[in-house]
C-alpha cells in the first residue's frame, strides 16, 4: 500500500534555490549534470546524494564479481567513448569511468553528499519545488524550478528477501549481495546461493574460485546466454579508427543487434528458445539436465536474460566447482536448508540472491498545491514525466536493453524542454491526459518477480503516444532528440 505524507508546513523555508536539483549521484544523475552544464550552461544546479560516495549501483553493489549485464558500448554514455578492451566491465571499472565523468567535467563540485530527498512540494503560485532534506539528523529545505529525478528504481536501504523458514536456526552466516560484508571468509567452505538472476549468475562463478564448492537453488530456471567479456570488432575498430567515430560505430552495432534479437524474442520465441538452449547444451555436454536447470516456462525476454561473460557460470558447472539444484525451500536447518523433495544442501554460508524492492522516485514523496502524490494514480508522459506532475522528470533506463541508452534521451530532451520554456517565457510544464480514449496499461509488461510485486505502486503507462512506452531505441531517439516538445499532453503556463 503506498504511503503518503501531509503537505510540508507553509513556514519550512528554503534556505536556497536552484534553477534545477538533480536527486542522485550515480550513472543517471552525473549524466543529466553533463547534459545540463552543456546545453544549458546558465542554468544554476546541485546534485543532492543520499549517501557518502558517488556511483549509485556501482558504489553500493561488492559483492564478488559484479559487473554489469549490457555491454559498455551501449551502457556508457553516448558523450564519453569507453576505452577499456572488456566490452562486459565489472564494478569497479564502471564506477571508475563514472567518477572520471564527474571529475574531468567538474560535476563532482556540485555534488552534495549525505543529502537524502525525502519528500518535495510543488507551488503552483512560486513555480517552484520545495525540496525536503535529511543530512544526518536535520532536515534541510531547498527549493527549485525544476526537479530531476535520477536515484535509480529499487530501494537502497535493503534488498528484497522472503521470509524463509527456521532461518534462525541456521548456525551459518546468511548476506544479502545488496550489503556485502567485507569480512567474510568464504574460502574453502559451502556456499548456498538462492536464486537464478543476474546476481546469482555473477556471484557463483566468482565464488566458486575459493569456496569448497557453489550451489545455485533456484525456484525455476531463467534464460542464461554466454557472451565474450571483449568484443573482438570494437577492439579492432579502435586500432584503426579515432576513438570516438569507433565507439559511436560499436554502439549502433550493439544497439542494431540487441533490437533484432529482442524482435526475434518476441516474433519467433521458440526458435530463438531453442537457439539459447542448444547453446547451453553445448557449454555444458549431452548429459547435463538442461530441461530442468535451463530451460524456463516463459518465452525469451519476458524476463530479463541472464549473461555470463566467458561463460564464467558454464565453466564452473564442468570443473564441478559449481552445480545447479532446481527445487523449493522447505525450512532451513542448523547445517543448512531441507528442500521439498527431502533433500538437504549442507552450507556455511547461504547468500540470498532474492531480487531487489523496487520503488517510484527514490522513496520520496510528492505533493502538488498541497495533495499528496499517489504514483499509481499518475500515468508515464514519454516514460520521463508524471501525469499532472509540473516541473518533474525522472529517468528510468530499457528494461530489454542498456540503461543509459533511455538514460541519454531523457537528459538531451530535458534540456530542450528547459531552453523551450525558457525561449518562450513559462514557468510550468505539466503533462496532462485529456484523451478519453487512452487506456491505462501496467507500467511494464515483464513477469520478473521484482517487477510483479512493484506494479500496484507504480505509475500505468497508456495505450498510445505520448504515455505509451515502446522499449525502442531508435522510436525514443526520432521522438526525444528530434521530435517537438509541445503536443497536446503537454500544457505550458506562465
Same mark, same amino acid.
Given at each position: ?56 549501483? &556501482?558504489?553500493?553493489?561488492? $559483492? ?12 556508457? %554514455? ?18 571508475? %569511468? ?40 536535520? !532536515? ?5 524550478g525544476f526537479l530531476w529525478m535520477c536515484s535509480g528504481y529499487y530501494r537502497y536501504e535493503a534488498g528484497y528477501l522472503p521470509e524463509f523458514p527456521g532461518i534462525d536456526s541456521f548456525k551459518g552466516r546468511?548476506?544479502?549481495?545488496? +550489503? ?5 571468509? $568464504?574460502?574453502? *567452505? ?6 537464478? #538472476? ?45 576513438? *570516438?567515430?569507433?565507439?559511436?560505430? /560499436?554502439? &549502433? ?6 533490437? $533484432?534479437? %529482442? ?13 539459447? @538452449? ?14 530442468? +536447470? ?38 532451513? /536447518?542448523?547445517?543448512?536448508? !531441507? @528442500? *521439498? ?13 532474492? #531480487? ?8 520520496? *514523496? ?14 508515464i508522459y514519454k516514460g520521463m514525466m508524471y501525469s499532472d506532475v509540473p516541473n518533474l522528470a525522472s529517468v528510468f533506463g530499457y528494461t530489454n536493453a542498456s540503461w543509459t541508452l533511455k538514460a541519454d ?7 530542450? =524542454? ?5 525561449r518562450k517565457g513559462f514557468r510550468q510544464a505539466t503533462p496532462h491526459n485529456s484523451d478519453p480514449t487512452l487506456r491505462e496499461e501496467p507500467w511494464v509488461n515483464f513477469s520478473s518477480g521484482y517487477i ?14 505520448? &504515455? ?6 531508435? =522510436? ?19
Amino acid at each position: 500500500m503506498d504511503t503518503i505524507i501531509a503537505p510540508a508546513p507553509q513556514n519550512r523555508t528554503a534556505s536556497e534555490h536552484f534553477d534545477v536539483l538533480i536527486v542522485g549521484a550515480g550513472l543517471s544523475g552525473i549524466g543529466a549534470a553533463w547534459h545540463l552544464q552543456k546545453n544549458c550552461p546558465g542554468k544554476r544546479y546541485a546534485i543532492l546524494e543520499g549517501r557518502a560516495a558517488s556511483g549509485g549501483t &556501482w558504489d553500493l553493489f561488492r $559483492y564478488p564479481g559484479v559487473r554489469s549485464d549490457s555491454d559498455m558500448y551501449t551502457l556508457g %554514455y553516448r558523450f564519453r567513448p569507453w576505452k577499456d578492451p572488456k566490452a562486459i566491465a565489472d564494478g569497479p571499472a564502471i564506477l571508475s %569511468y563514472i567518477r572520471e565523468v564527474a571529475s574531468d567535467n567538474g560535476i563532482d563540485r556540485h555534488i552534495r553528499y549525505g543529502h537524502r530527498v525525502i519528500g518535495a512540494s510543488w507551488s503552483t503560485p512560486d513555480a517552484k519545488w520545495t525540496v525536503e532534506i535529511e543530512r544526518g539528523a536535520e !532536515r534541510l529545505f531547498v527549493s527549485c524550478g525544476f526537479l530531476w529525478m535520477c536515484s535509480g528504481y529499487y530501494r537502497y536501504e535493503a534488498g528484497y528477501l522472503p521470509e524463509f523458514p527456521g532461518i534462525d536456526s541456521f548456525k551459518g552466516r546468511v548476506v544479502h549481495p545488496q +550489503h556485502w560484508p567485507q569480512d567474510l571468509d $568464504y574460502a574453502g *567452505k559451502k556456499v548456498v546461493v538462492i536464486g537464478s #538472476g543476474a546476481t546469482a549468475v555473477t556471484v557463483v562463478p566468482s565464488m566458486a574460485e575459493t569456496a569448497a564448492h557453489v550451489t545455485m537453488l533456484q525456484r525455476s530456471p531463467t534464460y542464461v546466454v554466454a557472451r565474450p567479456a571483449q568484443d573482438p570488432i570494437a577492439n579492432k575498430l579502435r586500432r584503426r579508427l579515432p576513438l *570516438k567515430l569507433a565507439y559511436m560505430l /560499436t554502439r &549502433w552495432k550493439n544497439v542494431l543487434l540487441g533490437m $533484432y534479437f %529482442y524482435q526475434m524474442c518476441k516474433r519467433k520465441p521458440e526458435k530463438v528458445k531453442s537457439l539459447i @538452449l542448444g547453446g547451453v547444451r553445448q557449454m555444458l555436454g549431452p548429459d547435463y539436465d538442461v530441461a530442468t +536447470h535451463f530451460t524456463p516456462k516463459y518465452n525469451p525476454w519476458d524476463q530479463r536474460l541472464c549473461l555470463v561473460p566467458d561463460a564464467d557460470l558454464f565453466r564452473a558447472i564442468r570443473k564441478k566447482k559449481a552445480s545447479v539444484v532446481t527445487d523449493t525451500i522447505e525450512t532451513f /536447518t542448523e547445517k543448512g536448508i !531441507r @528442500l *521439498k523433495s527431502g533433500a538437504e544442501l549442507e552450507a556455511d554460508v547461504v547468500v540470498t540472491a532474492t #531480487g531487489l524492492v523496487v520503488q517510484p522516485l527514490g522513496g520520496a *514523496k510528492l505533493v502538488v498545491d498541497g495533495k499528496p502524490v499517489k504514483p499509481s494514480d499518475t500515468m508515464i508522459y514519454k516514460g520521463m514525466m508524471y501525469s499532472d506532475v509540473p516541473n518533474l522528470a525522472s529517468v528510468f533506463g530499457y528494461t530489454n536493453a542498456s540503461w543509459t541508452l533511455k538514460a541519454d534521451l531523457v537528459c538531451e530532451y530535458v534540456c530542450r =524542454l528547459l531552453n523551450y520554456m525558457d525561449r518562450k517565457g513559462f514557468r510550468q510544464a505539466t503533462p496532462h491526459n485529456s484523451d478519453p480514449t487512452l487506456r491505462e496499461e501496467p507500467w511494464v509488461n515483464f513477469s520478473s518477480g521484482y517487477i510483479q510485486r512493484a506494479l500496484p505502486h507504480q505509475p500505468k503507462q497508456g495505450s498510445k503516444r505520448p &504515455w505509451k512506452l515502446y522499449q525502442n531505441y531508435v =522510436l525514443d531517439l526520432l521522438t526525444l532528440r528530434h521530435g517537438s516538445v509541445r503536443d497536446r499532453a503537454m500544457v505550458f503556463t506562465k
